[in-house]
């Protein structure tokens, strides 16, 4: 990861994006580094489960590495179905420092078929689904709500909406 962080660092970014981490011995590998170099970042992991990580490692004890580093401004789930997103926020709330963020863009759950090698139809969450979960999410202590891989722009149109500033 060091070349790219040093590029986007000299580059100017406003905060790095370590993004999809599958396993605490990454995790760890990023809060070294985050160290090393002295510049803000977010981590978000990819989970199996909603206590696990893709390696099948504990997810709280994931986040409980990254949160431990002063540059890490947020940690929270990327790349995950939506279904394990509420009790993954809850662990982040639980396990984080109280002024860091929680982050969550899940990709909509659609399920892949290894045999034909398509998507299988009809097995993407709703935008209004989505979005009704991003609401309970929010309730639990998510405070940067998105969306990943095979969300669409009329999911994110309907996250922008939802959660809109009401007018007074």
């Known amino acids: 990861h060091r070349p790219r962080v ?3 660092v000299e580059a100017g970014c406003d905060v790095l994006a370590c993004e999809t981490v ?8 990023l809060v070294a580094l985050l160290r090393e170099v002295q510049f803000p970042a977010w981590v978000t992991f990819s989970c199996r489960s909603g206590t696990e990580v893709s390696s099948g490692e504990d997810f709280r004890d994931c986040v409980a590495a990254v949160g431990e580093c002063e540059y ?13 997103v509420a009790e993954l926020v809850a662990t982040c709330r639980d396990t984080l420092p109280k002024d860091r963020h929680v982050i969550v863009y899940p990709n909509s759950g659609e399920e892949w078929c290894g045999e034909t090698h398509a998507w299988k139809s009809g097995t993407a969450t709703a935008d209004e689904a989505f979005v009704s979960m991003a609401r309970d ?17 009329s999911t994110i149109r309907a996250l922008a909406s939802a959660f809109a500033p009401k007018a007074s």
Do not use: I, Y
Request: with cysteine; hydrophobic share 40%; proline share 7%.
């Open 22 to 29: 599958p396993c605490l011995m990454e995790a760890r590998a």
């Open 72 to 84: 890490v401004v947020g940690a929270g789930v990327n790349c995950t179905r939506p279904s394990f």
């Open 137 to 153: 999410w929010a309730a639990r202590g998510a405070d940067c709500v998105g969306g990943c891989c095979r969300t669409s722009p």
């Open 6 to 8: 040093r590029a986007l």
